[in-house]
């Protein structure tokens, strides 16, 4: 198939790769525009852009569609299909239909539970014992459109945003293919009940509050990670908690209660397993806690 492909980060790239390897004649790359980041805020195009332009792949980076020439280039790339996958614009009517077999969208998450930005954020923190993958035929409405193909996968008491985020693409890569070598799209309808919003993480998410209970506390944690990181202050020092388990103490909230860094919740304790210092690299709690005085009945804030 001819195929347009939109998508900006990371979590998109898996399914470039597997579509370009899987033959199909990849007629157009679109991705957000370069951002200014780092130190110096240089402009970095985003991983879609560098992964299409390693594969020799054009790429289109339009601010939105509103303009007649972006339209217009998007309707002379004469695509069979396009594949959406975290693009970030939400796209408008005339341009989902300008592909033959109009636009499908990977969507991380068993719809319509999860509809929205942040799909494998919002089920780690919400404690879901399940999630997946949807191939969805896309309409105006925000992860509104039929589905056509799903596949479930387990949530582990272990999993971070990050490592379910890559079990998800892995998944989502291997579907979108089967889905177009089929290449009959029978869509079904969403069902009404049980739609919820995976809202976008706001920052005041990731500051984490130890009087609520363990449970919350842990989910928040690997929810949040790696970005933008669930955070507390420890000796005065912002130190974000990248990894957590649940433990089977009990102390003051905040309270870090032995030497390997268990630290009481409003109900329950948690273990904190990688912990990361303002300016310096991500570490297992044995190597911060190395050359360290004894932190035992610290109160984090």
């Not at 899987?22 to 780092?38: D, F, L």
């Not at 942040?118 to 404690?127: E, K, N, V, Y």
């Not at 989502?172 to 009940?193: C, H, M, R, W, Y």
Request: glycine share 10%; aromatic share 6%; hydrophobic share 40%.
């Amino acid at each position: 198939m001819r195929i347009i492909f939109m998508g900006t980060p990371e979590f998109s790239v898996q399914v470039l790769q597997a579509l370009h390897g899987a033959g199909h004649e990849v007629v157009a790359i679109y991705s957000q525009p370069p951002r200014k980041a780092g130190r110096g805020k240089q402009l970095r195009p985003s991983p879609v852009q560098k992964a299409a332009e390693e594969l020799g792949l054009q790429v289109y980076t339009p601010l939105n569609f509103k303009s007649e020439s972006d339209r217009a280039k998007f309707d002379s790339h004469k695509a069979d299909v396009a594949v959406v996958v975290a693009y970030g614009l939400i796209l408008p009517q005339d341009i989902l239909d300008m592909p033959r077999l109009g636009c499908l969208n990977i969507h991380a998450s068993l719809l319509p539970r999860w509809r929205g930005a942040a799909p494998i954020q919002r089920a780690i923190m919400a404690g879901d014992a399940k999630t997946g993958v949807c191939i969805m035929q896309m309409e105006a409405g925000l992860d509104t459109g039929p589905v056509i193909a799903c596949q479930t996968a387990r949530i582990f008491a272990e999993d971070t945003a990050k490592s379910l985020h890559d079990r998800l693409a892995a998944i989502g890569s291997k579907l979108i293919v089967q889905v177009l070598e089929d290449g009959k799209f029978n869509a079904k309808p969403q069902s009404e009940t049980g739609v919820t919003y995976a809202h976008k993480i706001d920052k005041d998410e990731a500051r984490i509050d130890w009087r609520k209970p363990a449970e919350f506390v842990d989910r928040q944690i690997r929810g949040l990670s790696p970005f933008p990181g669930a955070w507390c202050k420890m000796n005065g020092e912002r130190v974000k908690i990248l990894e957590s388990g649940r433990s089977d103490g009990a102390g003051k909230p905040g309270e870090i209660l032995d030497d390997r860094l268990e630290v009481g919740c409003g109900l329950g304790a948690v273990r904190l397993l990688r912990l990361q210092r303002a300016g310096k690299g991500a570490m297992a709690a044995e190597d911060f806690l190395r050359g360290q005085s004894p932190l035992r009945g610290v109160v984090l804030e």
